[in-house]
T-cell receptor
Framework: AQSVTQLGSHVSVSEGALVLLRCNYSSSVPPYLFWYVQYPNQGLQLLLK??????LVKGINGFEAEFKKSETSFHLTKPSAHMSDAAEYFC??????????????FGTGTKLQVIP | GAGVSQSPSNKVTEKGKDVELRCDPISGHTALYWYRQRLGQGLEFLIY????????KSGLPSDRFSAERTGESVSTLTIQRTQQEDSAVYLCASSLSPSSGRAGEQFFGPGTRLTVL
């Protein structure tokens, strides 16, 4: 079984401030973890992913996330927010190395507002 | 190659009518997912196809919902006797097989916006 919890359905930051979007997961096997972004009136696109190896992963547009097994977390960060970062962000988990079954479970999403 | 395509992009129907939504995944992607996204809400998992395995239908909200997939290509989601609560954007996504090491990395279509009057 797997699940994802995103703390905070809405987050507001000032332009230039640190962005921190929280994601905690549960998985009975080592997970693969993802962040997706959905810009207004657009489809979802992959922002970054963790499968194995380095626990700090970098994605597009200056975002990065760190896999912390001990905390079962995969928080998304960006040092300096831009107006163009306003979007909805979804964290997702799938069982890694599951031998063929890889249903992806999404969190409920966090809407990021960037204030000028 | 082309991305995931969905048709129609918009569908307006009357309550009680049946609708059929289509998804064309990326060629070579063995996994296909359907999600529902109600206005202002997150993704609701509906069904997952993986190769020739039996689909995971655990997310279908009622027996009015069904989905089929032809081999590893086109999928159709059918909603019978539509209700106003079915109004939402229906998203399709596909991904490579688990053996690729990139499973779970989903490519989404633009969605079908369904409005039930």
């Amino acid at each position: 079984a797997q699940s994802v919890t995103q703390l905070g359905s809405h987050v507001s930051v000032s332009e230039g401030a640190l962005v921190l979007l929280r994601c905690n997961y549960s998985s009975s096997v080592p997970p693969y973890l993802f962040w997706y972004v959905q810009y207004p009136n657009q489809g979802l696109q992959l922002l970054l992913k963790y499968t194995t190896g380095a626990t700090l992963v970098k994605g597009i547009n200056g975002f990065e996330a760190e896999f912390k097994k001990s905390e079962t977390s995969f928080h998304l960060t960006k040092p300096s927010a831009h107006m163009s970062d306003a979007a909805e962000y979804f964290c997702a988990v799938t069982p890694g190395n599951s031998g063929g079954y890889q249903k992806v479970t999404f969190g409920t999403g966090t809407k990021l507002q960037v204030i000028p | 190659g082309a991305g995931v395509s969905q048709s129609p992009s918009n569908k307006v129907t009357e309550k009680g009518k049946d609708v059929e939504l289509r998804c064309d995944p990326i060629s070579g992607h063995t996994a296909l997912y359907w999600y529902r996204q109600r206005l202002g809400q997150g993704l609701e998992f509906l069904i997952y196809f993986q190769g020739n395995s039996a689909p995971d239908k655990s997310g279908l909200p009622s027996d009015r919902f069904s989905a089929e997939r032809t081999g590893e290509s086109v999928s159709t989601l059918t909603i019978q006797r539509t209700q106003q609560e079915d109004s939402a954007v229906y998203l399709c996504a596909s991904s490579l097989s688990p053996s690729s090491g990139r499973a779970g990395e989903q490519f989404f279509g633009p969605g079908t916006r369904l409005t039930v009057l």
